[in-house]
């Protein structure tokens, strides 16, 4: 069996949120006297609870996490997933002993080196290979053990040519190779990377995925991976931990751990319906319910959605149609698209589709109003941003490039390659 | 496979509370190399971004010498104990400045190294020993300086002389360098969470100035505030200061003692103090 290196036992960690000042001493000294003179239960930590951002809490303290218990194995790569807020980054600072637990306990063996985010205490003035020796340092590197692997550091980061050229006139990029260059040499045996993929030119995040998989695979040891780069973690991890609002939902293998991930946290409201005597509209029509839905229900951009907008016609002869629009989480208007085909109707209840087409929406939120129009184009009723979609990316487009891929839509428009000259 | 649930079987056991006075001088040493490349950062940065460069170390105390001398010695009159008055105050300057530059840069460690801090862990003593380093070497140059001063004027047949005391001048430097440091530790661990303390450090530091004997002799204060001045702990080291360099000053193994004793006491404190904060200051920076 293999080894244990990790073990988490009853972490929790209380934040204090709100304005820290006023009031503090008192408090502390409430606090004090309650804990050291009386010896009783911190009074502070008692009416803590859940960290959920959406509902008003009614104390200062908020549970970041809440009684977490894990085990990691030697070799393991685990991929920590979930919505933001959800504890991941608490979770890594108290692994990489930034800040420490309220309560409970973590076990480790070998040394944990953590990238909470590359290229910490670089110093602008000085040059490339000093940096190199600052930030080794930094991260618990011997001087003499930085030295031994300068070569293999430069070599990895490609940038040779500037390495004694004040980092201040590096490129992000750059700046950025350097710095992942020495985390990926530290000789530790638990390495914590949160979110470092999101920069660098598509070659060096191949690079730097294909170094982490070598450290987990090749070199045995084990890696926390944080992301919201689901395709990236499918790649890399071989176990996944899915958290929410301070707990862990699900601790399983990775692909298991996505799905839930998937099903689960699409948050926003994909179906709306109204019962007749609340239905939006007018007395020539009214909408009955709008939804989004995929086969199996899960949103991916690789993958055709449709929208359906179900309605009823209260008057004979009606030229009625259905519009969407559709905005992103910037609120950037994307498009509109109306149903052009009037003809007059009858009375009735209708259904009008439009389909999302597949490879056409980028990862990310959409939301959909849906505009019900009645003869000479009246408007009868606007619903404005009645349904959301946060489609998520199986990651089968995309080759070798894990990166953000940025744009309101993202299409796949077609390429020809032609050789015009040999 | 064995379980293992005592914690001696793992190599670091994170947890809320540990003791008090479990300080980790294991890691500190570990991360030794640090401290020299902070070091070095420092004092390459400061050379880097200035027009002058390490001019800077020199036209501080030049000018505060010149103005004490004239304030406090040509305008006041106050005694120099029969020293050349530029000698005088150059020497009380050159060593409260250490002190000084000690306290005041580690009183605000956490606030100037918290996004540092906030991304990765190495001990956070490393930082503010770091900072008694580097000013090591300003203090240096500035000795120097005092040195520079020393022969014009022994040249000039002015009437001091170096002592036995002078074997004493290392201890001084550390006790300098270590009281300021347990000071910084204590005020800056204070500052995480109250943070008015901040003005205090500037304002207090140049009070206590006052009530050290840098712009006047112990020997020309009167009797009633002696007592009070010597409680000082900062008077005895510059007092021993000054008669080493100079010949003239209270050189007493007492108040060096009584010195040594209290810097013990604020730098265990601070270290103390410090352990604390550095655990959780992150959440309430």
Known sequence: MKQQVIKVENLSKAYQIGQIGTGTVSRDFERFWATKIRRKEDPFLKIGETNDRSTKGTSDIVWSLKDINFEINQGEAVGIIGKNGAGKSTLLKLLSRVTSPTTGEIKVMGRIASLLEVGTGFHPELSGRENIYLNGAILGMRKKEITRKMDEIIDFSGVERYIDTPVKRYSSGMYVRLAFAVAAHLESEILIVDEVLAVGDAEFQKKCLGKMGDISKGEGRTVLFVSHNMAAVKSLCSKGILMENGRIVKNAGVDEVLNVYNSNFQEMESEVSWTIDTAPGNATAKVLSVRLVTEDNYFAIEKDAVLEVIYENLIDNHSLNVSVSVFDDKDTYILSSPNLSRSPLPKGIYKSTCVLPKDFFNKGKYYFTVLLIGNNFDLITQLDKVVAVDFDEEGTKRGEYFGYWAGAVRPYLKWDNLLLKH | ?285
């Open chain 2, 1 to 285: 496979m064995m379980d293992k649930n005592n914690s001696e079987d793992w190599d670091l056991v994170i947890k809320g509370h540990t003791s008090l006075f479990d300080l980790k001088f294991n890691d500190l040493w570990h991360y030794r190399d640090l401290l020299f490349m902070f070091v070095r950062r420092d004092f390459v940065s400061f050379y880097k971004q200035t027009v002058l460069g390490p001019l800077w170390f020199f036209i501080q105390p030049i000018f505060t010498t010149i103005v004490f001398t004239f304030v406090f010695g040509n305008l006041a009159g106050i005694s120099t104990d029969g020293l050349p008055q530029y000698l005088f105050y150059l020497s009380g300057i050159t060593a409260w400045n250490y002190f000084s530059d000690c306290l005041t840069k580690t009183s605000t460690v956490f606030r100037d190294n918290a996004s540092i801090f906030g991304k990765v862990y190495f001990p956070r003593l490393i930082m503010p020993l770091s900072i008694v380093v580097s000013n090591l070497v300003r203090f240096g140059v500035q000795l120097l300086l005092l040195l520079c001063m020393m022969a014009y004027f022994g040249i000039k047949g002015e009437n001091f002389h170096v002592t036995y005391g002078i074997f004493f001048f290392p201890i001084l430097v550390i006790l300098m360098a270590l009281l300021g440091l347990g000071t910084g530790l204590i005020i800056t661990a204070m500052t995480t969470k109250y943070r008015d303390l901040t003005f205090l450090v500037s304002f207090g530091v140049q009070l206590l100035m006052y009530g050290t004997t840098v712009i006047y002799p112990l020997s020309a204060a009167p009797p009633a505030y002696k007592r009070i001045i010597e409680l000082n702990p900062m008077t005895g080291i510059i007092e021993a200061f000054r008669f080493s360099f100079l010949g003239k000053g209270q050189f007493s193994l007492w108040s060096l003692g009584y010195s040594a004793i209290f810097t013990l006491v604020v730098l265990m404190l601070g270290i103390v103090i410090f352990n604390k904060t550095e655990k959780n200051f992150v959440d309430t920076i």
